[in-house]
Structure formats: structure tokens, C-alpha cells
């Protein structure tokens, strides 16, 4: 297990995607939170946190079981929701915003259709799960559900989530979920959105393996 100070550079990497995750609009407030592992170890936003403030002393360290580890505050109330992330899909990173135009259409949709070729790198279309109470056991098991296969979800009526190989990435997600969450709400405004295919998408994977270029695709950590 990595020591208690050899986590430093992961606390100021997450209080560092906090803030900027509020800079650019998608959480607002105490609403969202971050986290990264390392190890058996893992750097997490506090309850409460207005992420926009967050210093690196903020965030707290726990362990895989969700034991305070280091830290004067609770971890965030969506840490069943991280661990489980954790646990099922041995992600790296995870990230959970209120994203104005996601959540927007996690009151609508039950899911997002791959409208734009980028969408495969979230693992295709991206599942809304159902809604239940916020920080809930039940809102975590529904989540990861929607997660299976796939890099983002939706949380009905709530926000979404997305995970990744290394913070880095689960950020990156987040941002492409947004996107393609704007995207179709424009292309709908205007009439019915065309959704890609699967032999578009499977054609698209093979133009990016032709070609040699980094497949835009989940990876496992």
C-alpha cells in the first residue's frame, strides 16, 4: 500500500479537476465529485465541498472498504457509487458532474443514441439509469448498471457519470458527454436526430484501425 504522503500529488490532481470541472460549467456548487486510486488507496472530494474552493487539504483518503484513511470530513454521499466503480469495472477515475445539458436530458431521455461518431470512445450509446435518492445504495447498484460496457451513464433526473483509465480520461468523458449531450439536444430542436448504425459504428472501427490511429474506444485499467 502507498504511504499517506506518496498520495499528495493525487489529492492536488483531484481538488485541481474540481475546479476546473466548475470553471467549465459542469458542476456547480457542492454538486459533483471526483475521485482517483491508487493502489488500495483512493483520493476523493468531501461531503460538502464547494468544488470551485477545493484545495488539495480538502480531499480525503480512503481505503478500498471506504474507511477514512486520512482527512478531517466524510468522503463524498455518492461513495458507494465510487467504490462500486471501483470494484466492477477496476477504473481508475471517476467522476460525477450535474452537467447542465446531461442532466437536462436524464429528465428525458432513456437513452443517448450515438448521434456522432465520437460517442464510441463513451462505449456507444449512453444508458440513463433510473432515478432514486442521491447517495443511495440503490442509486449506486442502478448506476453501475447503466456503466456496464461503457465509460459514461446518466442519472435520471439528476446528473451523469463517467469513469476512465486515469483521471485524465474519466475529465475527458465527462466533456464528450456534455458535447454529444448538446449535440443531440440541437440536432432535436431542429427535427429528429439520425443515429448511427452499427455497421456505421463497426465501419468506423475498423477506418481507425486501418489507418493506425488511437483507438477511440474504452480501455480497461
Known sequence: MRSR???ESEKEAVAAAARELASEGLVLGTAGNVSVRCDE???????GAVLSEL????????????????GDRA???????HLGA?????????VHTHAPVASALSCVLD???????????LGGSVQVAPYATFGSDELAELTLDALDGRQA?????????????????????????????????????????????????????????????ARLEPTSR
Open 5 to 7: 504522503r506518496a498520495l
Open 111 to 121: 437513452e443517448l443514441p450515438v448521434v456522432h461518431y465520437q460517442m464510441i470512445a
Open 41 to 47: 488507496l483512493i483520493a476523493i472530494t468531501p461531503t
Open 153 to 213: 451513464a446518466l442519472m435520471s433526473n439528476h446528473g451523469a457519470v463517467t469513469i476512465g483509465a486515469d483521471l485524465a480520461a474519466a475529465i475527458e468523458h465527462s466533456r464528450l458527454l456534455e458535447w454529444a449531450a448538446t449535440v443531440w439536444w440541437r440536432a432535436a430542436a431542429l427535427g429528429r436526430p439520425r443515429v448511427l448504425s452499427q455497421e456505421q459504428i463497426e465501419a468506423y472501427r475498423r477506418t481507425i484501425a486501418e489507418r493506425g490511429y
Open 75 to 81: 468522503p463524498t454521499s455518492e461513495l458507494a457509487l
Open 55 to 70: 484545495g488539495a487539504k480538502d480531499v480525503v483518503v480512503i481505503d478500498a472498504d471506504g474507511a477514512l484513511v486520512e
Open 86 to 94: 471501483y470494484r466492477r469495472f477496476d477504473a481508475g477515475a471517476v
